[in-house]
């Protein structure tokens, strides 16, 4: 089975801190991604990786970057942490024209 | 540009009743359909997937009917159980960027024993 880990499940961070999320996948697939689900809106894309140290922005990408040093590593960094960046955090990872396996979700709060 | 939407926000159904849930999708250029199933807590699971060439598929209890005429999406669920709880949503993604997939905001289900 696909495991897609994130290294916290829950965390609290303030406003204005530089904030690193991390994950790891173990089963070498070139793509990775990172969402934020919102009530309401659904998961929106922050963004993509399709190969080490390659990215692409996705649909909100304002105030976040990531990085992929390694393929089964993507981290998201969240610059200087905003209020209005409190969210759950979903880290993904497939092959191409495969379906996403997902990580249990980082659940975020900027106070 | 693209929506993925969902009809009912919430359904209930009764234990041993078949579920129906349905989707929406507005490019017709999408080619690659999944559902997920997201319980409470969790990441999103993934259930079935179904590409543009197929109007049916089949799972163990779960279907995926493709309507490409009128862009629709439904998921049905067989003899629904407690443990089918939970939100689950669509996926689509186009034809031109198989990487990058749009999702419905999710249908929470209630199992009703």
Redesign the interface.
Known sequence: DVK?TQSSRYLVKRTGEKVFLECVQDMDHE?MFW?RQDP??????IY?S?DVKMK?K?DIPEGYSVSREKKERFSLILESASTNQTSMY?C?SSR??Q???????TRLSIL | GESVGLHLPTLSVQEGDNSIINCAYSNSASDYFIWYKQESGKGPQFIIDIRSNMDKRQGQRVTVLLNKTVKHLSLQIAATQPGDSAVYFCAETPLYNFNKFYFGSGTKLNVKP
Do not use: I, S
């Open positions: 897609v793509n969402y309401g809106l659904g998961l929106r894309l993509f399709y692409e996705g979903l993904a191409p024209l379906p996403q396996h997902f990580g249990d979700g």
